[in-house]
């Protein structure tokens, strides 16, 4: 994967960021620059602060110390599905339009035709199989076609064609100019990643794309 330009704009930076939870140290001094039409992934091992680094970026929980800047319209979509059980995805689409205030729901349509499962619109989430869910889950978080966006595992519980149609998807974001930001454990994902940010000992350090 060519990276973008060194010219572009930056999307999305966090300086000195620090998190600890009681006395527990999380994050101690990260600083990150991301730039537009990047598509960059979040590694380390487990309990390394990669989820609290993601719901940090997009304010949904707040550093000790440290600030993030962030450049046009963001999303967040989390590891763990958020939805409703009693509604459909349908239902949950039309919410999050009054939410979006989009117009009509044709990118969203887009995505769950990608994500091949249309089929299951109109059944209740508490039915749907661990993937669907997740599908779902990203498809709430891109409709908006946001500028950045930050997924926690998004393909987790997805079979090799979805794993393959969210890569697809990825890369027409990264050639429409926006940027996306995944975290992983899975080694083969690198290759499809312009810069690889490995967290380990509660910093942030770039393995891959320092030649940018």
Same mark, same amino acid.
């Given at each position: 994967?060519?990276?973008?330009?060194?010219?572009?704009?930056?999307?999305?930076?966090?300086?000195?960021? +620090?998190?600890?939870?009681?006395?527990?140290?999380?994050?101690?001094?990260?600083?990150?620059?991301?730039?537009?039409?990047?598509?960059?992934?979040?590694?380390?091992?487990?309990?390394?602060?990669?989820?609290?680094?993601?719901?940090?970026?997009?304010?949904?929980?707040?550093?000790?110390?440290?600030?993030?800047?962030?450049?046009?319209? /963001?999303?967040?979509?989390?590891?763990?599905?958020? /939805? %409703? %059980?009693?509604?459909?995805?349908?239902?949950?689409?039309?919410?999050?339009?009054?939410?979006?205030?989009?117009? %009509?729901?044709?990118?969203? +349509?887009?995505?769950?035709?990608? /994500?091949?499962?249309?089929?299951?619109?109109?059944?209740?989430?508490?039915?749907?199989?661990?993937?669907?869910?997740?599908?779902?889950?990203?498809?709430?978080?891109?409709?908006?076609?946001?500028?950045?966006?930050?997924?926690?595992?998004?393909?987790?519980?997805?079979?090799?064609?979805?794993?393959?149609?969210?890569?697809? /998807?990825?890369?027409?974001?990264?050639?429409?100019?926006?940027?996306?930001?995944?975290?992983?454990?899975?080694?083969?994902?690198?290759?499809?990643?312009?810069?690889?940010?490995?967290?380990?000992?509660?910093?942030?350090?770039?393995?891959?794309?320092?030649?940018?």
């Amino acid at each position: 994967m060519t990276a973008p330009p060194t010219s572009a704009a930056t999307a999305l930076s966090a300086q000195d960021v +620090h998190k600890a939870y009681g006395k527990h140290v999380v994050l101690a001094g990260v600083d990150l620059t991301i730039r537009s039409g990047e598509t960059v992934g979040v590694v380390g091992e487990n309990g390394a602060g990669k989820s609290t680094l993601l719901r940090i970026l997009c304010g949904d929980l707040r550093p000790d110390k440290g600030s993030v800047v962030i450049d046009g319209t /963001l999303s967040h979509c989390p590891q763990h599905p958020v /939805l %409703n %059980n009693a509604l459909t995805p349908f239902q949950h689409l039309n919410l999050f339009q009054e939410a979006f205030r989009l117009r %009509n729901l044709d990118h969203a +349509h887009e995505l769950i035709d990608r /994500l091949a499962f249309a089929d299951h619109l109109h059944r209740p989430v508490k039915v749907l199989s661990g993937g669907t869910r997740q599908k779902l889950n990203l498809v709430l978080a891109l409709m908006h076609d946001p500028d950045v966006a930050l997924l926690d595992e998004p393909y987790q519980g997805f079979d090799w064609q979805t794993y393959l149609a969210f890569w697809d /998807l990825a890369a027409a974001r990264r050639a429409a100019g926006r940027t996306t930001v995944v975290i992983s454990h899975l080694a083969y994902d690198i290759d499809r990643l312009d810069s690889v940010i490995q967290l380990t000992g509660k910093v942030a350090v770039l393995t891959k794309g320092a030649d940018r």
